[in-house]
């Protein structure tokens, strides 16, 4: 089981979110997990560790609710665009 030190959270969480993709930046690429961490000098499993509970804490619930069907009802639209069956939309 791996554990994350709250102090190291803490400390990278901020670094982390703003060098990964969780923030789109026009002309900007998010660096990968591996890439921050080499950056940061820290093991790539502790960097994906902190993205993913910083992304958890940065945005509430209802916004990870809302994104699953905005890309559920894209994934929808393609579909019936692709398929030529508009009833697939609804």
Known sequence: MFVLDPEIYTRYKDQVLELSNSFQRIGQRGLSDKEIA????????????????????????????????????????WLAMALKRPELRE
């Open 38 to 77: 080499a950056r940061l000098g820290l093991e790539e499993r502790v960097v994906t560790e902190i993205r993913c509970v910083a992304e958890r804490d940065a945005y509430p619930l209802e916004e990870w609710e809302r994104a699953i069907e905005f890309k559920r009802k894209a994934a929808r639209d």
